[in-house]
């Protein structure tokens, strides 16, 4: 059992599954272990900033299932994994509980814990590499989200990834993203066909899945409707990925309630398709993401 400074806890949340409850001066933060899924992150003067549906199931094991909402970690593939069908959707970062490493306090106002997986008889079915993912979570006035990824391993390791971030807004419909204006996109929605940018903030007007070709050092999520806005700070990341499954797809997700992709939207950190990463032996990289919420601004 590892220490839990002031400001932190182990409970059991939703299905049972063990999860870090965090409160600090300034914010309050949920980490299931499953996963390392951050599935709650809200400051004391605001709303939650991430979306949870109110269907997802929270099924533990080896593997679990994926919690739908929060930041689900995609990890060692992006959505399907080339070349064979029966490999779960994202990877199995997200179907698996992580060791809770350590939780410590920064100063007076930040808890940061860190979350562990290593390479195991489970993951080398599908993925036949020794690697370390070591996830740091910091809870503040912003949330900080760090994915470390070793290459344990002797020979090279290929390998995507995503913090696959869902966003809680007043109306998807409403909402811009500020930020992806000069950028090239594949458009998984018209047959991955590849885009050139659209020189204008994005607004969501139909199913949207979309991978930008480069990630912006900053998004801003604008969201009038919730009457805020939502920085997203990226770094270590070539790519962002916007998703939102509007109504015909939400209707077909089990774990996604039939109106809930109104209030959603994933803006996620990631290095995926033709930026996948390889690390050689004993090489590693880190993702960060870390996100904060303002007012609106004049634009
Ligand atoms: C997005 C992908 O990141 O995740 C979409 O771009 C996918 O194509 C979505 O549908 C959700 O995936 P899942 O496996 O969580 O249902």
Redesign the pocket.
Known sequence: MIALPEGSRLDRGSGGLERLVVETPRAEAHVYLHGAQVTHFQPRTGRPVLFLSKKSGFVGGMPGK?I?GGV?I?FPW??AKAGDASAP??GFARLVAWELVDVRRDGEERVVARLRLVANDLTRRWFPHDFACTFTVTVGGELGLELAVENAGNGPMRFEQ?L?TYFAVGDVRRTLLLGLESKTYVD?VAGFARKPPAAAPLGIEGET?R?YLEAPPRITIEDPVGARSIRVENAGAANT?V?N?WID?AKA?ADLGDDEWAEMI?V?TANVGEDALELAAGGSHTMRVTIGVGGLGPR
């Open positions: 994926a739908r689900p995609s992006f959505a959707s994202h995503a696959h998984k899945d991978i990925v998703w499954p797809k997700m994933c996620e």
